[in-house]
């Protein structure tokens, strides 16, 4: 279907893979996590809500374009870690260390790079 038939919009909700788009906006899917955890394809906005661990990134080879935000709104340490060799901007992990940081990374095909990164 050709996205500028006015019918592909009729029911004003259409999902591209875990993207949903409706007449109020774009809702992403949304994890809150506490423990150590593997990102999958289903996951998109990780929000650690407490304690010190480990989310380990997916391979980035052969996902071009997926991207992940992950923030830590609890008082503990984050490390988001690269799949085997591969690297965020040259390195094999990226730690949110205070409470509120946050990184947006996207995979290129072959590792991460950072979109975004706050630190609070």
Same mark, same amino acid.
């Given at each position: 279907? !050709? #996205?500028?038939?006015?019918a592909?919009?009729? !029911?004003?909700a !259409?999902?591209y893979?875990? =993207? *949903?788009?409706?007449g109020?906006g774009? &809702?992403?899917p949304?994890a %809150?996590?506490t +423990? /150590?955890y593997?990102?999958t394809? +289903?996951d @998109? #906005? =990780?929000? #650690?809500t407490?304690? /010190?661990?480990?989310i380990?990134l997916?391979? %980035?080879t052969?996902i071009?374009g997926r991207?992940y935000?992950?923030?830590?709104s609890? @008082?503990g /340490? #984050?490390?988001v870690?690269a799949?085997s060799t591969?690297?965020?901007?040259? &390195?094999?992990?990226?730690k949110?260390?205070s *409470?509120?940081s %946050?990184i /947006?990374?996207q +995979?290129d095909g %072959?590792?991460? =790079?950072i979109? &975004?990164?706050? &630190?609070?």
């Amino acid at each position: 279907m !050709n #996205v500028e038939d006015p019918a592909y919009f009729k !029911n004003d909700a !259409n999902f591209y893979g875990n =993207v *949903r788009i409706t007449g109020g906006g774009i &809702s992403y899917p949304y994890a %809150a996590k506490t +423990s /150590t955890y593997t990102l999958t394809e +289903s996951d @998109s #906005v =990780v929000n #650690v809500t407490s304690g /010190t661990f480990t989310i380990t990134l997916p391979t %980035a080879t052969g996902i071009p374009g997926r991207t992940y935000t992950l923030k830590n709104s609890g @008082s503990g /340490t #984050v490390t988001v870690d690269a799949s085997s060799t591969e690297t965020i901007d040259g &390195s094999l992990t990226v730690k949110l260390l205070s *409470r509120y940081s %946050a990184i /947006t990374i996207q +995979s290129d095909g %072959a590792n991460w =790079v950072i979109l &975004s990164c706050i &630190s609070p």
